[in-house]
């Protein structure tokens, strides 16, 4: 079972009787580690149900769930892989009666939360409410509900979003739906506040393992205690050095109170790297050395020396787009002048924020070279199947207000804005859903009968089709139920009539026809619906299907296999390799990003720091490690003598990282396009010779 691990991973695989901390560094195999901790478990005796492994992305739940089968076969079908948020919905689904949630409760998406804070606090500004919808969600981060956060809110401002967060508080649970932050807060209160709830989830899971530790937040950790009891069968894989979302509640302190909560904690260090040069190690481990350390590490690498670390200076950005373009395409021929493959797959540019990445597809477009950006839209976020999932979750749930508004006016069907005014109003004074209200005898005082008339037929319709999803099994009745559906709703043509562009139109509907078959794949069995994995399981009606879809952020991993560069921002590149990097913009105030002048006074360096500055300078200086860890044969690091700045250009300065990386300095300066124009010339000259013998042979052979 340990075959193929090192000594340190053996360690963590075996030690199986109490709480183990494995600091995984980058690349160290801590994937590996899992699966083969699941084998070892179930070897034990312990039986795969009882088995729950704890990520942070679907995709990574995929990723473990395909390497946990090739290990254990079939079993692994039956141990809990998921992310945090979907094992807080089963918890939720199974036991939120308690908490007088009903099975059926709907999980909004951004938008929907958006918008009922809108209401909530009578703006009509967007902005507004996500700055409300940010705060809402650091504070339940960190485990506190509306009249916690008033209670120690510092000025007027958070105190009006207090406010603002009780009246949501109230709105969601009359629409009986939660937010994201809810899967996590929810599961909480379940475990903490009813012990019988608590007892039978101890008892249900004999051992959690959680994949990237280091990225949990306070309310993560405190589930993570109340699952696994006083006996600590849990393992925590994580990596100090990575940690990346301070911004979004994930707290190094979780990595500090393990040893507090559970003295006879085991730490077992991962130090050897699998995927880098020991060049590129070497400007990690210095790049990582000025931050305080919780466990010191030093990754090494077997791998080799390799090719040193090279700066690339520009003048601009677009200098830079058109250095890193030539730094491709002179890597890539030098591939192909060995004969080995040259796939464009093996290129990534990474940035620090999403706008960096304009300059470099423009450039990659003047080159023709393919590329993704990666991060972009999800599937679920165009509006197209956020239509179609209004619906779903009102059969699910028909207190789902936010629902209800996008289904009945998506397409329109003659229910106008002033009949759906005079509903929500109705719906308020009576406190019933807008669902509920519809059927009510008194709304005709309200409404003329022609209203109610179109609302009573809208009302029936959505039964109908919720009584047959819930009857609908297989993939071919689903698909069939589905095409039926949209024809009769003429969605088709909804979107035709909605977009100037004809062949923009076409793409939004063949989303949808994609979108039929996906839905159709997972009530055949053919998908799980937890992880996305390919495997064959029993048949789902599509109501069952339906109430998975809000844990849901991509309809396929397909666009992994397309051979194209890869544009990313540092955050979204996490946990990703690629044997070329190209780590861009690295300049002081983009990375690390601007620190506060206030805080700096004298813009250097090494200025005076608060200790707020001083923390985000540390979380910066760990976005840098991941970026240079994700390369794992060359790295280039390029900065610019100038940046924009709004519509000015303004003088810039390397980043102190790129100093801290104590790079060797004969060999790390270099220009890609001088190093292409060298190849060019060896190929024409080539080109040439060959040319030049083939006429000779010709010659020598002519009678």
């Known amino acids: 079972m340990s075959a193929g691990l090192n000594l340190a991973q053996q360690e963590a695989v075996n030690y199986m009787h109490g709480p183990c901390l494995v600091l995984a560094g980058a690349g160290s195999g801590k994937t590996r580690v899992i699966t083969h901790k699941i084998a070892r478990l179930i070897a034990a005796g312990l039986e795969p149900q009882r088995i729950a492994a704890i990520t942070f992305t679907n995709k990574?739940?995929?990723?473990?769930?395909?390497?946990?089968?090739?290990l254990i076969g079939r079993d692994a079908k039956k141990v809990v892989i998921c992310t945090f948020h979907a094992l807080g919905v089963r918890m939720m689904r199974e036991d939120g009666a308690v908490l007088g949630l009903?099975?059926?409760?709907?999980?909004?998406?951004?938008?929907?939360?958006?918008?009922?804070l809108k209401d909530a606090g009578g703006s009509t500004d967007t902005a507004t409410a996500r700055q409300w919808q940010w705060a809402i969600s650091l504070w339940k981060n960190m485990g506190l509900n509306a009249a916690q956060a008033l209670a120690q809110a510092k000025d007027d401002n958070e105190r009006v979003t207090a406010t603002i967060m009780a009246r949501y508080e109230e709105?969601?649970?009359?629409?009986?739906?939660?937010?994201?932050?809810?899967?996590?807060?929810?599961p909480l209160a379940l475990l903490r506040d009813h012990p019988e709830v608590r007892a039978?989830?101890?008892?249900?899971?004999?051992?959690?393992?959680v994949d990237e530790y280091q990225d949990t937040n306070a309310t993560q950790y405190e589930v993570l205690k109340m699952l696994v009891g006083e006996r600590g069968r849990f393992t925590a894989v994580g990596d100090d050095d990575q940690s990346i979302y301070g911004w979004r509640g994930a707290t190094l302190d979780n990595l500090k109170k393990l040893p507090i909560d559970y003295p006879q904690l085991k730490v077992i260090k991962l130090e050897q790297n699998y995927r880098s040069t020991s060049a590129i190690l070497r400007a990690a481990?210095?790049?990582?050395?000025?931050?305080?350390?919780?466990?010191?590490?030093?990754?090494?690498?077997?791998?080799?020396?390799?090719?040193?670390?090279?700066?690339v200076d520009a003048d601009n950005e677009e200098h830079e787009a058109e250095r890193t373009v030539a730094r491709i395409q002179s890597i890539r021929a030098g591939i192909t002048a060995t004969g080995a493959g040259h796939e464009w797959r093996e290129f990534a540019v990474l940035y620090r924020a999403n706008h960096q990445a304009r300059t470099f597809e423009k450039a990659l477009r003047k080159a023709q070279i393919p590329y993704k950006v990666s991060g972009g839209q999800s599937f679920f976020d165009r509006a197209e199947i956020k239509d179609l999932c209004a619906w779903f979750r009102l059969w699910i749930n028909n207190d789902d207000d936010p629902a209800f508004l996008r289904a009945v006016t998506t397409p329109k069907r003659g229910i106008g804005h002033t009949t759906l005014q005079a509903l929500g109003?109705?719906?308020?004074?009576?406190?019933?859903?807008?669902?509920?209200?519809?059927?009510s005898s008194s709304l005709g005082s309200v409404l003329p009968a022609k209203a109610v008339g179109s609302l009573h037929e809208f009302g029936r319709y959505v039964n109908d089709l919720e009584f047959r999803a819930r009857h609908t099994h297989g993939a071919q009745d689903a698909r069939a139920f589905m095409l039926e559906w949209l024809k009769d709703i003429d969605y088709e043509k909804h979107l035709y009539d909605g977009e100037d562009s004809e062949k923009l139109a076409a793409s939004r509907w063949t989303n949808v026809l994609d979108f039929c078959d996906w839905m159709s794949a997972r009530a055949g069995g053919e998908i799980d619906d937890t992880s996305g994995a390919s495997i064959v399981s029993e048949k789902k009606s599509l109501l069952e299907v339906a109430q998975t879809i809000a844990l849901l952020s991509t309809i396929s991993e397909r666009e992994q296999d397309q051979n194209v560069v890869t544009l990313s921002t540092l955050h979204a590149a996490k946990g990703l390799e690629w044997p070329h990097v190209m780590l861009v913009g690295v300049t002081e105030g983009m990375l690390p990003f601007k620190l506060g002048d206030d805080d700096n006074p004298t813009g250097r360096a090494?200025?005076?720091?608060?200790?707020g500055i001083l923390q985000r300078l540390q979380e910066e200086r760990r976005l840098m490690y991941v970026g240079i860890t994700r390369a794992q044969r060359s790295l280039a690091v390029s900065w610019t003598k100038r940046r924009k700045k709004g519509r000015e250009m303004i003088a810039a300065l390397p980043s102190r990282f790129i100093a801290e990386m104590a790079l060797d300095k004969t060999t790390a300066k270099e220009d890609p396009r001088e190093k292409l124009k060298a190849l060019r010339a060896e190929f024409a000259k080539k080109a040439v010779d060959?040319?030049?013998?083939?006429?000779?042979?010709?010659?020598?052979?002519?009678?």
């Open 285 to 311: 481990n210095n790049v990582i050395g000025p931050n305080p350390k919780l466990y010191p590490k030093t990754l090494f690498s077997e791998l080799g020396e390799g090719e040193p670390v090279r700066v």
């Open 60 to 70: 990574a739940a995929t990723e473990m769930r395909e390497r946990a089968k090739g």
């Open 200 to 209: 039978k989830w101890q008892a249900l899971l004999g051992h959690v393992l």
């Open 171 to 186: 709105r969601l649970t009359a629409y009986q739906s939660v937010d994201f932050d809810d899967l996590i807060g929810m």
């Open 425 to 439: 109003s109705f719906s308020s004074k009576y406190k019933l859903s807008l669902f509920e209200a519809l059927f």
């Open 606 to 611: 090494d200025g005076p720091m608060s200790e």
């Open 690 to 703: 060959s040319a030049a013998a083939a006429a000779a042979a010709t010659a020598a052979s002519a009678p």
């Open 102 to 116: 009903k099975p059926q409760f709907s999980i909004l998406d951004s938008d929907d939360v958006t918008s009922i």
